[in-house]
């Protein structure tokens, strides 16, 4: 198969698949998400120039970034993706499979007519500088390399409407939850042990694994301590062994790890549970979870690779955002700025599942990854390579995308073939 063909099949997949995600719009927002989703695709870059760019024919480069502009200012956008990918994941979601939430922040230190711009904390430099949140959510099974994008929304606390970052997480949890019929295990990290958090997790009876920042009471017995007081004191009959990629070396951890049964105060009637991992850290790890633990190492070394398995889902979602270039950003308006994040979460999908699903389509992403250029200092991942290998493709082999067709199909159902 030639790059042409290649590329000729790829982007019917993308008029295909954006008009499963448009298909309640008008037609000429369903156009919008097509050349949205190939631009973004095919130029690795969320600025509008550049996926005016992918775009061929007569009409200037300003005049048809002025029309993408329009076209993005539609609010309805965002809500529509969300609710059409946690539709079509819905499916490929069990009641073990892990759903990995995270914050993140996109940082314009440099910008300043930015609608609704505040403070953010940037977490690779660890400095507060201006720019925006995300709630980013994906799914994955404990044993799979595969990842499910379900969710990625830009929001900021000077915007109407804001009430708190604990709003913006429950708000995203049910938008997934309700999709899922309470399926998955949601992990989180220590920016959620919160009660305003937890508690509604216990209320919907939603499983969790979140770890703890050791000061919070918990019962133990008759008794109430810190977690970390309580943790101090566990008993740690297993051992093992953790490896841990941090910028690029390999860090071998040698650790211990036991459990407690404890309540939350505020719920003294909902049994929990604290998985207590020694080893790796000053501190010791502590994972709260409403998933019932007993003395086998299988059952507890499950939760700590449930929790394991989000620091290499959040490492790859970050590469496929940098893959994208979502902090060189240019819209002003915050209706924009959600839209373009939620069209890229359109585009990761694609790239994530669209492409990686389908036994159909094995070969033709080998000749992709075939066909990737690699330079020195990008980390091997395969969605990495993936988008790598549509950007050279689309890069030889240019045309047109169509705009998809105002389809009618059953809720949730999807054609790859």
């Not at 590329?7 to 295909?16: D, E, P, V, W």
């Not at 997790?201 to 970390?228: E, W």
């Not at 051992?239 to 407690?260: A, C, F, T």
């Not at 995308?401 to 073939?417: L, R």
């Amino acid at each position: 198969m030639n790059f042409s063909q290649i590329a000729s099949k790829l982007r019917h997949k993308i008029t295909q698949f954006s008009g499963e995600l448009s298909k309640n719009l008008d037609k000429t927002c369903r156009r919008f998400v097509s050349e949205s989703i190939y631009g973004i695709l095919s130029k690795e870059s969320v600025m509008l120039s550049e996926i005016g760019r992918s775009l061929p024919g007569d009409t200037s480069l300003k005049k048809i970034e002025e029309r993408l502009c329009r076209q993005l200012a539609k609010a309805q956008i965002k809500d529509q993706i969300h609710q059409r990918i946690a539709r079509l994941a819905a499916d490929q979601v069990a009641d073990d499979t892990l759903l990995v939430l995270d914050l993140s922040d996109v940082t314009k230190k440099y910008a300043r007519s930015m609608e609704y711009m505040a403070q953010v904390r940037d977490g690779s430099e660890g400095a507060i500088t201006h720019g925006y949140w995300t709630v980013n959510i994906a799914a994955t099974g404990l044993n799979s390399d595969q990842i499910i994008p379900l969710y990625h929304r830009l929001y900021s606390q000077k915007a109407p409407g804001f009430e708190s970052e604990n709003d913006e997480i429950l708000q995203a949890i049910q938008h997934i939850a309700k999709h899922l019929s309470n399926r998955g295990i949601w992990v989180m990290d220590r920016g959620a042990d919160r009660e305003t958090i937890i508690l509604p997790l216990l209320r919907k009876k939603r499983k969790f694994i979140i770890r703890q920042v050791g000061n919070r009471d918990l019962l133990c017995g008759h008794s109430k301590a810190s977690a970390l007081s309580l943790a101090h004191h566990c008993p740690c009959p297993y051992s093992d062994i953790v490896i841990r990629m941090r910028e690029g070396k390999e860090q071998v951890y040698r650790i211990e790890y036991g459990y407690l049964q404890v309540h939350m105060p505020e719920r003294p009637d909902i049994p929990l549970w604290m998985l207590v991992v020694k080893g790796l850290g000053e501190k010791p790890m502590m994972l709260l979870t409403s998933i019932p633990l007993r003395r086998n190492r299988r059952v507890l070394n499950r939760i700590l690779r449930s929790y394991i398995k989000r620091w290499s889902i959040e490492e790859t979602i970050r590469y496929l955002k940098q893959s994208y270039d979502f902090e060189n950003i240019r819209v002003l308006s915050y209706t924009r700025l959600q839209n373009m994040a939620a069209l890229l979460l359109a585009a990761i999908y694609f790239v994530a599942v669209v492409l990686d699903a389908p036994n159909k389509l094995k070969i033709l992403t080998s000749h992709i990854l075939q066909a990737s250029r690699r330079i020195f200092g990008i980390p091997d991942f395969k969605y990495y390579a993936i988008s790598d290998g549509l950007n050279n493709i689309f890069n030889r082999c240019p045309g047109p995308i169509k705009s998809p067709p105002k389809i009618k199909t059953k809720q949730g159902s999807f054609d790859f073939g």
